[in-house]
């Protein structure tokens, strides 16, 4: 059985920057953070494969870095530049091999229970 824990979410002013963590208990393959702003689907930010390597949504390259410290057993989402559109409850989540769809939601078994980013104008 795999936990995730969301933390570091919160208010800022557009332009800021929030660095989000993610706890991990038990073992993962490739993991991505996901969003939801209320009314819209759930939509893929970023993943990361066991290998490091990292795939980002278009509306957020250039601005966001996904990693994972493997010692530490966390997940993390620098976040920078932010925009009023990156609002959104953020989710990680966990597959258990490699996925072919990184941004398909039903690709990953685990979820945490979210953390808020505000962004204000």
């Known amino acids: 059985q795999v936990q995730l824990v969301e933390s570091g979410g919160g208010s800022v002013q557009a332009g800021g920057s929030l660095r989000l963590s993610c706890a991990v208990i038990?073992?993962?393959?490739?993991m991505g953070w996901f969003r939801q702003a209320p009314g819209k689907e759930r939509e893929g930010v970023a993943n990361i494969d066991t290998d490091g390597r990292a795939t980002y949504a278009d509306s957020v390259k250039g601005r966001f870095t996904i990693s994972r410290d493997n010692t530490q057993n966390t997940l993390y989402l620098q976040m920078n530049s932010l925009k009023p559109e990156d609002t959104a409850m953020y989710f990680c989540?966990?597959?258990?091999?490699?996925?072919?769809?990184?941004?398909?939601?039903?690709?990953?078994?685990?979820w945490g229970q979210g953390t808020q980013v505000t962004v204000s104008s």
């Open positions: 989540a966990a597959a258990v091999s490699s996925v072919i769809s990184w941004s398909s939601p039903p690709a990953y078994k685990y």
């Open positions: 038990g073992s993962t393959s490739c």
